[in-house]
């Protein structure tokens, strides 16, 4: 049974007739005659009979009509749906982002979008890096904007496919009056001085939590150095522990997009870059499955992220 053989009964229900239903429909009346008594062979009763005002329904008729006027209600309103996101008037997005990106970059970004493209609804499902990962190899989201790191052993799984958009190195964070001040190196070109972690073996660290991407750039960073740091404080917010650094409790990581994020201004660390061997960064990225299709209202949603990333390059 097709939305073609449904069309047809259904005209010929409309018309009384096969003559006028068949000029409506651009076929000849030998050929939709056929096509209604193969129909009716399949089902194994009529669904027309004759009488003086024309071709009118059976009771089986009748339940095929009603049928076919639902199947064909829904099939156009589908390919309403269909034709309304290909011109991006209607359609949906899931994506997943952690939750200090979301407040980072979607109000820079989605206001606009949302202006474009009312329509568009866009789901946000704000997690950890790791479930992030997890949520995308199951298909609960169309795709994922978070941060990955070099090497450190996450963000590798062959099913996922990265689109490096920028990459932000760390900051190795220490109290005002910490014991290695006069070990830090100042670059020529650079801001900010730099300090090797590798000094820092036994000192006290403030560490955000496992499982979250920071502590997994952090703990290949600390493990470069050869060093086995005194953790005295965990928490999942890096904020928390930039203050408690300030306040003097222990050396921290911080990525240097996120310094001033959440205010705070008058906690003040001593900053320091990190060498160059250590590889201490992360890449902000779009992350999909590989192979995977994308609407046009995700394709939409991504070009007006990337240029708004790109702005800030």
């Not at 009529?46 to 095929?64: D, H, W």
């Not at 704000?126 to 070099?150: N, P, V, Y």
């Not at 996450?154 to 990459?167: F, Q, T, Y």
């Not at 000094?199 to 403030?206: N, R, S, T, V």
Request: proline letters at 4%; aromatic letters at 8%.
């Amino acid at each position: 049974m097709t939305s073609r053989e449904l069309l047809y009964v259904k005209t010929i229900a409309d018309e009384k007739s096969i003559t006028r239903a068949a000029q409506k429909l651009y076929l000849t009346q030998p050929s939709l005659s056929h096509c209604v008594m193969n129909i009716e062979k399949q089902l194994g009763t009529r669904l027309f009979r004759r009488t003086s005002g024309g071709l009118v329904l059976t009771y089986a008729g009748e339940k095929y009509y009603r049928m076919a006027c639902e199947v064909l209600r829904v099939y156009a309103a589908f390919e309403s749906e269909i034709s309304e996101e290909s011109e991006l008037i209607r359609g949906r997005i899931t994506l997943g982002i952690t939750n200090y990106l979301a407040c980072d970059l979607l109000p820079r970004m989605l206001p606009a979008f949302h202006r474009n493209h009312p329509g568009i609804e866009i789901r946000v499902v704000e997690e950890t890096t790791d479930m992030l990962e997890k949520s995308l190899l199951s298909g609960r989201l169309d795709f994922a904007i978070m941060h990955t790191g070099a090497g450190d052993g996450a963000s590798e799984d062959p099913g996922l496919w990265h689109e490096v958009l920028r990459r932000d190195p760390f900051l190795l964070l220490a109290p005002q009056d910490h014991r290695f001040r006069d070990k830090a190196v100042l670059r020529e070109g650079k801001a900010l001085a730099e300090l090797d972690p590798a000094l820092l073996d036994g000192e006290p660290f403030l560490m955000v939590s496992r499982g979250q991407r920071i502590r997994h750039v952090v703990d290949r960073v600390l493990q470069t150095a050869g060093i086995s740091p005194q953790i005295v404080f965990t928490s999942r917010n890096y904020e928390t522990l930039r203050r408690l650094c300030a306040e003097g409790m222990g050396y921290t990581f911080v990525p240097s997009h996120y310094i001033g994020l959440l205010g705070g201004e008058e906690y003040q660390s001593a900053c320091y870059t990190v060498p160059e061997r250590y590889n201490a960064f992360w890449e902000l990225s779009v992350v999909t499955l590989k192979d995977a299709y994308l609407s046009r209202a995700a394709k939409a949603f991504l070009k007006s992220f990337k240029e708004s990333i790109q702005q800030e390059i």
